[in-house]
């Protein structure tokens, strides 16, 4: 497959390029600054990409049967704490990238496309949504060591979700479990769709290399589309 990632230096992206070249398919990873890229392989090929602009983004669709998208505002690979501050200052940009990659898509409606997102647009019980759950929010942002104000981003993420369930473009959604990390490639997690998955300590936890397995699973063999799945232990 011809495999498209963008946000392809982040911590999510880095792993899904990575999972992808492993399973002998053909990358193009797409970044803000390719002097960042250091990853090099036979199949892998690097280019700018601005995600806010959708005619560049379009002028990358022919040849690609999925793109991945990893994007967050800044690099949390290289600086967590500006990617958190960008996402609080400006929470609408999940939404606006959705957007336009969705308007990208309609000249190229065969592509797929991925979109990684938030956990906060889980279900804690059915109907229950953390995001729209105060009280929960801020104590899980607390248990993850994130300031309180970043529930706008949270929710910003959530509007992301809302605008690809108006789209009628190939879309999948991924929300992983809200702690995800860098950890050990196990490939033993399992799958849901709308609620949270917990270990028996109640915890929602998953190794970004176990995304990365997910992620590339979905991408070989379709399971969610026009819908959003979540993985966990």
Not at 93 to 99: E, L, S
Not at 109 to 119: D, E, M, N, Q, S
Not at 149 to 160: C, E, P, T
Request: with cysteine; net charge negative; proline share 4%.
């Amino acid at each position: 497959m011809f495999i498209g990632v963008i946000g392809a230096t982040g911590n999510i992206g880095q792993r899904v390029v990575a999972e992808a070249l492993s399973r002998g398919h053909h990358v193009r990873a797409f970044t803000r600054d390719t002097a960042a890229a250091q990853t090099a392989h036979q199949n892998l090929t690097w280019a700018n990409l601005d995600i806010f602009d959708s005619d560049s983004i379009a002028a990358q669709l022919p040849g690609l049967d999925v793109l991945v998208s990893c994007y967050q505002p800044g690099n949390a690979a290289r600086d967590f704490t500006d990617t958190v501050t960008r996402s609080i200052a400006d929470p609408t940009v999940y939404a606006t990238a959705a957007r336009s990659l969705l308007k990208a898509l309609e000249t190229h409606p065969r592509t797929r496309l991925i979109v990684v997102g938030g956990a906060g647009s889980l279900e804690l019980e059915p109907g229950r949504v953390g995001a729209d759950d105060d009280h929960q929010l801020r104590r899980d942002l607390e248990n993850l060591g994130l300031p309180a104000d970043y529930a706008v981003a949270v929710r910003g993420h959530r509007d992301a979700l809302n605008v690809l369930r108006l789209s009628n473009r190939r879309w999948t959604y991924f929300s992983p479990a809200e702690l995800i990390a860098p950890g050990e490639r196990t490939t033993r997690f399992r799958i849901g769709e709308d609620q949270r998955i917990l270990d028996a300590e109640g915890h929602s936890r998953i190794s970004i290399e176990d995304a990365a397995v997910a992620l590339l699973d979905e991408a070989e063999l379709p399971r969610f589309v026009q819908r959003r799945f979540t993985i966990g232990y």
